[in-house]
C-alpha cells in the first residue's frame, strides 16, 4: 500500500432518521461500543426532530447533559420546513457544546481525519400538487424544505474545487436517488416506496459526485445495493465503486436497520490506483444513473451542465475507433465464454466433500450427523486441524440452512468442550472463496497460546493487506453477506468457555469482505506461524499427506476419544 502503515481506518456509524428517539439511538450505539471499541464519528441522515416538541424530550436531555452523549455526532437538515426552529441558525450550527453538529441544509464537511463528506438536505422541489407533506392526523400540512437544480450545481460546482485525483468518500442526502435500484437485480416493492421517494436530481448529484458510500433515509426500510460501477467497461478507465445504503427509522429493535457500520480510510491517503483496487468488488452492476437525465431550466427548457457533453451539430464516423471497440467486445465475449465452459465442467465433475459423492475419503470421517459430518483435513497441520463440512452440496454458511446451521453450532460447542478437557482451546475459520463445497476448518491448540490468536491473525492481516474486521456478538452473518459474496471468516475462543449448561462458546467473530484477490493459504499459514504451532515447514498441505494406513489409525484414536462428546451419539 502507498498509505502510512501508521494510519488507522475511522470506524464510521450513519443512522437513519431520529425523529426525536435519540435515546434509543445512543443506546444502540453504546451496545455496539461496548462490544467493538469507540467510533469516531456518528451521521444522523433524515429527520433529526420529530414535529410534536414533546416527542424531542430525550434530545434536549442530552443537549443539556452534554456529558452523556457517547460520540460525536453529526445531523442533517430537516425534510419539514416547520422543523427548523428547533435549529437556531438555519445555515448550521452546535446543537450541544461541540457533541451533536447541525451540518446545515447543503454542503461539504472534511473531517480533521482528511474524511471528505458531502451532505444534502431536504426533498427535491416539485409542482404544487407534491408540495404539501401531511402529517399523522390529517389535520393540517407540512411544507417540505426544498432543493433544486441550483443547490445541486452549486455543490457540484464546489467539489469540482478538490485537488485532481481526490474524491468524495461520503455522500448524506434525506432523500434517495431516483432508480437506484436499477440493475442490481434488487426489486423495491411499490408499498415500501412513499409518495416523495426518489429524486432525479439526487441521482444527478450521485452520478457526478462519485462517492464511495452513499447514504439516504426518510423511507422506513433498509436496503443495501450491490456496488455499482462508476465507468464503462472497456470504454473508460477503470474507476472507483460506489456503495448505496438506505437505512430505516430509528427503533427499539433496529429492525428494520437503521444504523449502518463501517470502517473507512480516507481517499486522500491512497493512490488513485490502490483506491479503485481496494474498492473493486467481484458482485457489482453497472451504473444505475441513466447518462441522460430530464433535467429542466427554470424556463422549461433543457438543462445541459457545464459538466455534461452539448449536442453536437456534426457527426463523424470514426472507422478505426469502431473496428477497436468490436475487437475488444469480441474477446470480453469469448473470455466470458471460456470462463462459463470452465465452471459448467467444473459443476459435473463430482465433489470431493459431498458424502453422497464418489470423491470422498471416507478414511479421513470421524463423526457422521443429520446435516454435517466431522472429519480429518487431508494433509492436516497436525492431529488436531479437523474440518466440519454439510452433507450435502452447499457453497457456504451464508446460503445454508437454518437446520444445518444448529448442528454446525453443537459440532463447534462439542469440540471446544472437547479441547478444553485436553487443556486446549479450539479456533474455527472459513474461507469462501475458489471453494465448491462448504467447509469450516477445525484447529485445536494449547490453551495457554489463546491469547495469542488475535496477535497472530492481525498481525499476518496487515503483512498480507488483509482487513479483518470484528463484527458484534449478535449479528448474524446472513444480515451482512450477500449470498454469492466471497469471504473469509474467523472465530478466536476467548479466555474461557461459558458453563456447558449454557450450550454455548464465547467468542470474538472476524470477517474479510474480498474483493478482489485472496491469500488462500491465509488461515494455515497464521497456525503454522511461529508464534502459534511453529511448523513452516508443513504450510504446504501435500507435503503432509500420510500413508492410508496412518490416515486410517489417526481417525479411529480421535473418534476413540471424541466419542463421549460426539453430538452425533
Known amino acids: ?152 450545481e452549486a455543490i457540484i460546482n464546489n467539489s469540482e474545487k478538490r485537488s485532481p485525483g481526490e474524491c468524495i468518500d461520503i455522500l448524506l442526502t434525506n432523500q434517495w436517488p431516483k432508480n437506484v ?9 411499490n408499498k415500501q416506496k412513499s409518495e416523495y421517494f ?19 433515509a426518510s423511507q422506513n426500510f433498509f436496503f443495501e445495493r450491490i ?73 422549461g427548457s433543457k438543462y445541459f451542465g457545464d459538466h455534461d457533453a452539448q ?34 465442467k467444473q459443476a459435473q465433475e463430482p465433489c470431493w466433500f459431498c458424502l453422497g459423492g464418489s470423491k470422498v475419503e471416507r478414511q479421513y470421517i470421524v463423526s457422521v450427523g443429520d446435516k454435517c459430518y466431522l472429519a480429518y483435513a487431508k494433509g492436516a497441520l497436525n492431529k488436531d486441524h479437523l474440518l466440519i ?14 437446520e444445518l446451521m444448529e448442528e454446525i453450532a453443537k459440532y ?18 472459513e474461507r469462501n472463496y475458489r471453494t465448491k463445497h462448504m467447509q469450516i476448518q477445525v484447529y485445536g491448540i494449547r490453551a495457554d497460546k489463546t491469547y495469542l490468536l488475535k496477535d497472530a491473525f492481525m498481525s499476518m492481516a496487515q503483512d498480507q493487506d488483509i482487513c479483518l474486521n470484528e463484527i458484534p456478538q ?11 459474496r466471497p469471504f473469509f471468516y474467523l472465530e478466536i475462543p476467548n479466555e474461557e468457555l461459558h458453563d456447558g449448561s449454557r450450550g454455548e462458546m464465547d467468542t470474538t467473530r472476524y470477517l474479510c469482505e474480498i474483493r478482489g484477490g485472496f491469500p488462500i493459504n491465509f488461515g494455515r499459514d497464521v497456525m503454522a506461524s511461529e508464534l502459534l504451532l511453529n511448523c513452516a515447514d508443513r504450510i504446504d498441505w501435500k507435503e503432509c499427506v500420510v500413508s492410508l494406513e496412518e490416515e486410517k489409525k489417526m481417525t479411529q484414536d480421535f473418534r476413540k476419544e471424541f466419542k463421549m462428546f460426539d453430538p452425533a451419539l
Open 474 to 484: 449478535m449479528t448474524n452473518l446472513k444480515q451482512i453477506m450477500e449470498p454469492n
Open 227 to 299: 456496488p455499482y460501477r462508476n465507468h464503462q467497461v472497456l470504454l473508460e478507465k477503470e474507476k472507483h465503486m460506489t456503495r448505496f445504503l438506505g437505512l430505516a427509522k430509528v427503533n427499539k429493535s433496529n429492525k428494520p436497520k437503521f444504523l449502518y457500520a463501517f470502517n473507512i480510510l480516507p481517499a486522500k491517503k491512497f493512490d488513485y490506483i490502490e483506491l479503485v483496487r481496494q474498492t473493486a468488488n467481484p458482485i457489482s452492476s453497472d451504473n444505475p444513473y441513466s447518462s441522460s437525465f430530464n433535467l429542466k431550466n427554470e424556463d
Open 1 to 152: 500500500m502507498s498509505t502510512n502503515e501508521s494510519e488507522k481506518p475511522l470506524k464510521i456509524l450513519v443512522s437513519g432518521d431520529v425523529e426525536g428517539k435519540l435515546g434509543d439511538l445512543y443506546s444502540r450505539v453504546k451496545s455496539i461500543q461496548s462490544k467493538v471499541g469507540k467510533f469516531d464519528i456518528l451521521f444522523c441522515v433524515g429527520e433529526f426532530f420529530a414535529q410534536d416538541e414533546s416527542e424531542n424530550s430525550e434530545i434536549f436531555e442530552y443537549i443539556s447533559n452534554p456529558s452523556l452523549v457517547p460520540i460525536q455526532t453529526y445531523v442533517l437538515g430537516p425534510n419539514q420546513s416547520s422543523r427548523y426552529k428547533y435549529f437556531y441558525d438555519k445555515s448550521g450550527c452546535d446543537l450541544c457544546a461541540d457533541k451533536i453538529i447541525y451540518l446545515g441544509p447543503k454542503g461539504t464537511y472534511n473531517t480533521v481525519n482528511g474524511l471528505n463528506i458531502v451532505y444534502l438536505s431536504g426533498f427535491e422541489k416539485k409542482n404544487q400538487s407534491f408540495k404539501k407533506l401531511k402529517t399523522s392526523d390529517d389535520s393540517d400540512s407540512e411544507e417540505y424544505s426544498e432543493f433544486d437544480l441550483k443547490d445541486i
Open 311 to 344: 449536442p453536437s451539430l456534426q457527426y463523424f464516423y470514426d472507422a478505426d475507433y469502431i473496428q477497436k471497440m468490436n475487437e475488444l467486445q469480441e474477446q470480453e465475449m469469448l473470455k466470458q465464454k471460456r470462463k462459463l465452459e470452465a465452471m459448467q
Open 181 to 189: 435500484e436499477n440493475l442490481s437485480n434488487q426489486e423495491l416493492e
Open 198 to 216: 426518489g429524486s432525479e436530481l439526487v441521482a444527478y448529484l450521485a452520478q457526478k459526485l462519485k462517492p464511495r458510500y452513499h447514504f439516504s
Open 389 to 402: 463440512i454439510p452433507i450435502n452440496h452447499v457453497q457456504s454458511s451464508v446460503q445454508a440452512e437454518q
Open 412 to 429: 463447534k460447542l462439542a469440540l471446544a468442550k472437547f479441547f478444553k478437557s485436553k487443556k486446549k482451546c479450539v479456533l474455527f475459520y
